[in-house]
Nanobody, 115 residues
């Protein structure tokens, strides 16, 4: 399987930006897609964005036009660039690696959008 470590979270004012990173190690060759999820206090975990091994990208409607998912294969890292942040983007953000027979989650990184 794969070990995933997120970083880059923090406190930012509304309208600000953050870039999250998800570094992968282990059996990365078997990953077919990398996804970002988030979970706000008292809410269910929700899907944010996906990038497949073939380069297909999809976003949740709530972040489309503001967030950008990308990857650096040389660094085995997936990024989530978050712009025009809103208070409702406050959540713990998780990355998830998906393969044919397994999936693996990172530990999460906190993003707080507040003035």
């Amino acid at each position: 399987q794969v070990q995933l470590v997120e970083s880059g979270g923090g406190l930012v004012q509304p309208g600000g930006s953050l870039r999250l990173s998800c570094a992968a190690s282990g059996s990365i060759f078997s990953i077919s897609a990398m996804t970002w999820y988030r979970q706000a206090p008292g809410k269910r975990r929700e899907w944010v964005a996906t990038i497949t091994s073939g380069g297909t990208i999809n976003y949740a409607d709530s972040v489309k036009g503001r967030f950008t998912i990308s990857r650096d294969n040389a660094k085995n890292t997936v990024y989530l660039q978050m712009n025009s942040l809103k208070p409702e983007d406050t959540a713990v953000y998780y990355c998830k690696g998906i393969a044919t027979t397994w999936s693996s989650w990172g530990q999460g990184t906190q993003v707080t959008v507040s003035s």
